[in-house]
């Protein structure tokens, strides 16, 4: 649907725009929060954003439309993300098992995420909390970040984040779980209290 | 030529607890199910089982609590937006490095 433009050049513009601007148009915005969501820092995503459009470019004349517009273009940052960060910190990869995360003593089990009632806006008022969530993430092997921020904050379906990903959706599901583990792990044994979302209640992401 | 693909069942996992005693091996299959459980995978049944099983076990009801507040935080933390100056910057560096190629 074509957005509201109000004078005719300006609506006369947005139609006659190349396929490479229209591309880059509708889909930054997508590709940047997604990039900056793998990367964790501003400057990686926009590095990462400009390694996928350029490579969007030189792909578009062969896509055919099989796959969502959307789809294509996360497939292309998901590729470019793995190429840059092999560069750049030749970081291994490594597997992480169930068994890793099976709480191991009565206080780990109950060990609490300091949301003590809050909605989640709410709660992201605490610095330290927010934090840790990025942290954690960012520490994630590569295809389990991947699973996790294609699935639980891009809001994809497992069928599409397989198709992203190049695995079938047993493999999502299984690396998905895994990543959400690690990261209930992380967070619940970093020691946040609810003392610190009421200190840094001022705070706001 | 493609074969028409016909529904599957779902396969049952291990049964959970009919018992109510709370082995390791019960919460053992909850805590590999807990995913699929919160996404509404499993079969009705299954479901049953796993809710008659955190209701009798403390700890797994605890632990599930912390999952679920895990997933609700990935689900809702914001991302940065790019400036309109920042949108502009990047292609015009996209379109230089592309016309370089």
Known sequence: MLPRLRSSHARF?????????????????????????LCGETESAKDLVQETFLNAYQGLKDFRGEAKVSTWLYTIASRACIRMRRKRKGEPEHELSIEEFVPTSEGEFRLQIPMGG?????AFQNKELREALDQAIDKLPRKYRMAL????????????????????????????????????????????????????????? | MNKKKTATPKKRSKSLSHDHTHSEGRCMDLFRQLSAYIDDELPADICEEIRRHLGACPNCEVFIASFMQTVTLCRHRSAPELTSVDRMKM????LTAA???
Do not use: W
Not at chain 1, 118 to 122: F, G, I, K, T
Not at chain 1, 180 to 196: C, K, N, P, Q, Y
Not at chain 2, 91 to 94: F, G, V, Y
């Open chain 1, 13 to 37: 513009c947005f139609q006659k725009a190349s396929p490479t601007s229209r591309l880059y148009r509708d889909h930054v915005d997508l590709i940047y929060r997604y990039a900056h969501r």
């Open chain 2, 99 to 101: 016309n370089a190629r």
């Open chain 1, 118 to 122: 809050l909605s989640p806006e709410e």
């Open chain 2, 91 to 94: 292609r015009r560096a996209i």
């Open chain 1, 149 to 205: 921020v294609l699935r639980d904050m891009e809001g994809l379906s497992a069928k599409e984040v397989g198709t992203i990903m190049g695995v079938n959706e047993r493999a999502v599901k299984s690396r998905l779980h895994r990543a959400r583990l690690f990261v209930r792990r992380e967070l619940s044994a970093r020691g946040i209290t609810e003392h610190d979302n009421q200190r840094s209640g001022g705070l706001r992401s």
